[in-house]
């Protein structure tokens, strides 16, 4: 559960208001100078904004989310969620994989140790490797996507100047080298395009990483 606000009223008393996700919040106070109807009016519209702020925020965090799961950096297989506490990072942490803990496990290069359905115990996805994830998802959904925002790439349409024929993706970001260097791709509609340069891409990811 996580702690959305906590406000402080001089020689009143405290509101805390707590998200437990899917819309829901929590909240505790300790304020007893105010009548019982007004502290009630307050705690409403200080828990329903609270809670607005709360759910529009965690939207994009849970779709995200959802593409990891449906991607090819899922362990367990695309599609395959992973049950409660079943993920344990280098330093003993046990957690659930979801929106909130992509990051858990802290070192960009630690990976967790998780326990699929079927009872595979496979390695997840490095911090880095879900960071370069997001950014591929956040390009793909940008104006520098050449087919178009949104657009999705086809299999091996894109090809290197020195012939290196790629899928677009978060491993491949990179891939043609020099920073002045752009790939040629085929559109989903048949359209030749050139792709952003490795130094625009570079530029993208480092702005979409930035903390």
Do not use: W
């Amino acid at each position: 559960m996580q702690q959305l606000a906590k406000v402080i009223l001089p020689k009143i008393g405290t509101i805390t208001v707590h998200y437990k996700g899917s819309g829901h919040c929590k909240f505790s106070t300790n304020i007893l100078q105010f009548s019982f109807r007004l502290k009630t009016a307050v705690m409403k519209i200080f828990v329903a904004l609270s809670c607005f702020v709360a759910a529009i925020t965690a939207l994009p965090q849970q779709d995200s989310f959802r593409e990891l799961i449906n991607s090819d950096l899922n362990s367990c297989g695309r599609g395959v969620r992973p049950g409660p506490n079943s993920c344990t990072c280098p330093d003993g942490t046990t957690f659930t994989p979801g929106p909130s803990t992509l990051d858990i496990c802290g070192a960009s290069s630690a990976a967790a140790i998780c326990t699929c359905p079927d009872g595979r115990a496979v390695s997840s996805p490095t911090e880095q490797e879900i960071k370069d994830f997001f950014s591929f998802l956040e390009l793909l959904n940008s104006d520098l996507n050449p087919c178009g925002a949104g657009s999705r790439p086809s299999t091996n349409s894109c090809t290197c100047p020195d012939g290196t024929i790629f899928t677009p993706g978060p491993s491949t970001l990179q891939i043609c080298g020099a920073s002045s260097t752009a790939a040629t791709c085929t559109c989903a509609n048949g359209r030749i395009v050139s792709s952003p340069t490795v130094q625009q891409i570079r530029d993208f990811v480092k702005a979409s990483q930035k903390i």
